[in-house]
């Protein structure tokens, strides 16, 4: 861990800043929550689940957030998410991880994990239930008691154009070809540990959020198709919350919103 940002498990802020950030977190997290439960209601559907995302921020927020009754949480890259795992191991906290995922960190993210949002290709399916049988034989081993199946999700692209398989813009937008609904939805029905959740999406710059978000719902009709427990719809973020909950997302993830805005990209 010798170079995850101090500011990441560090405990920095001294007693009066600790109080000041708290209070903020409260207004900014009461004003989300506001939000979310105003547009459930003029949508008339139900109220999401909320996944605060803390990418950038401190384990000490996660932790007062959790004492504000945040469950989930969203992180977007192995390192900082287990390390702050480990730093917060003794609340009840549910981790999902958002962002781009490469094979080789399947072993890693599984170990805190509870859901997987950007699962985008059939070797990282196949990586994931392979790391997921390592794990659950490691639990056995220790004596200690197993792990639900991961929750999976999977990340389609909604730009229309497709041929590069990787995005690297900041918002971790990329995601599989909708066209590959079918093939990836089977792929993680057939692997042991992994549980097929649903469809997850990030609106394309510039586009109209209402319409892509349109889109994820019928790719998830394809989805529920090869599962049909597969219900969930990951969808909705600070600027287009109001939009994901009108064409039906289940989860919304949150992150500048609740936190303010994230520091420069390290
Ligand atoms: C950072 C991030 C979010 C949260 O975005 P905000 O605009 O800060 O709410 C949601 N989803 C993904 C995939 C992200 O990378």
Known sequence: MADVNPAVTGEERDGTQHADRARELEARLSAVRSRIA?????AGRPRPSLIVVTKYFPASDVRVLAE???????????????????????????WHFIGQLQTNKAKSVVRYAHSIHSIDRPQ???ALGKAMVTEQARLTDAGLPLRPDLECFLQFSLAGAHGSDEDT???G??????????????????AEGLRLAGVMAVAP????PAAAFGRLVEISAVVRSVEPAALAVSAGMSGDLEAAVAAGAT???????????RPALR
Do not use: C, F
């Open 38 to 42: 105003s547009a459930a209601e003029s």
């Open 68 to 94: 504000l009754g945040v469950r989930d949480v969203g992180e977007n890259r192995d390192q900082e998410a287990s390390g702050k795992a480990e730093a917060l191991i003794d609340l009840s906290l549910r």
């Open 124 to 126: 990282l399916v196949t």
């Open 169 to 171: 813009s900041p918002a």
């Open 173 to 190: 937008r990329g995601g599989a070809d909708p066209r590959e609904a079918g093939n990836l939805a089977e792929a993680v029905r057939a």
């Open 205 to 208: 710059i510039g586009a109209e």
């Open 251 to 261: 989860h919304l993830r949150i992150g500048s919103d609740v936190l303010g805005p």
